[in-house]
């Protein structure tokens, strides 16, 4: 139905008392660094969760989610993570994170529904990671990578971006900081 991907690291050492603002790039750069190092992991973070087209919309997300908190669980781990990539923002791109994390519906959960599903799921929004996902590349790169030409300077709406990306073609190149909202989850005993 799906598959998910995560990273163990360790959380809550000196240097590491609050989530990363660098996110999913920030978590992956912890996990790296632990194991070079040896150190025993304690947190979980998500990094992927990806459904077949055929169980989306169905609760198959949660069922994933689950399936990874309780791996967080089996594998001795007090705490799980998940710097969330809002489904909907990329309808909204010019909208501050921070704003469109902070929409709720009338059952006062989150309006975005894959934020939803993890607070559904007993997750608390703890902050947004301002540069999640840092993808920097040249001109032609990016053409390369989205079929758009690039022609002018300046802020660029790419499909499916959450925020536009940065062009400078004196410089040759383009430059996408996507923002994502860190959710903690609770492992269960």
């Keep these: 139905m799906g598959r998910a991907f995560a990273v163990p690291f360790t959380f809550g050492i000196v240097g590491r008392?609050?989530?990363?603002?660098?996110?999913w790039d920030g978590v992956v750069r912890w996990a790296h660094a632990d194991r070079a190092l040896g150190r025993v992991p304690n947190a979980l973070s998500a990094l992927e969760i990806t459904l077949l087209p055929s169980h989306r919309g169905r609760g198959a997300s949660r069922?994933?989610?689950?399936?990874?908190?309780?791996?967080?669980?089996?594998?001795?781990?007090?705490?799980?993570?998940?710097?969330?990539?809002p489904t909907l923002k990329h309808l909204e791109p010019?909208?501050?994170?921070?704003?469109?994390?902070?929409r709720t519906g009338g059952d006062g959960l989150p309006?975005?529904?894959?934020?939803?599903?993890?607070?559904?799921?007993?997750?608390?929004i703890v902050?947004?990671?301002?540069?999640s996902m840092v993808v920097p590349g040249t001109i032609t790169d990016w053409q390369r990578w989205t079929g758009l030409?690039?022609?002018?300077?300046?802020?660029?709406?790419?499909?499916?971006?959450?925020?536009?990306v940065h062009v400078s073609l004196e410089q040759n190149?383009?430059?996408?900081?996507?923002?994502?909202?860190?959710?903690?989850?609770?492992?269960?005993?």
Excluded: C
């Design 17 to 23: 008392e609050k989530l990363p603002d660098a996110g």
């Design 63 to 85: 069922m994933v989610l689950d399936a990874m908190r309780q791996r967080a669980a089996e594998l001795g781990l007090s705490h799980m993570f998940a710097p969330v990539r």
């Design 94 to 102: 010019f909208v501050p994170m921070q704003e469109y994390a902070a």
């Design 111 to 124: 309006a975005d529904p894959w934020l939803r599903v993890h607070v559904r799921a007993g997750g608390q």
């Design 127 to 131: 902050k947004v990671a301002p540069t």
């Design 149 to 164: 030409q690039f022609t002018a300077t300046g802020t660029v709406v790419v499909p499916n971006a959450l925020v536009p």
């Design 173 to 189: 190149h383009v430059v996408y900081i996507e923002p994502n909202v860190w959710v903690r989850h609770v492992v269960p005993v």
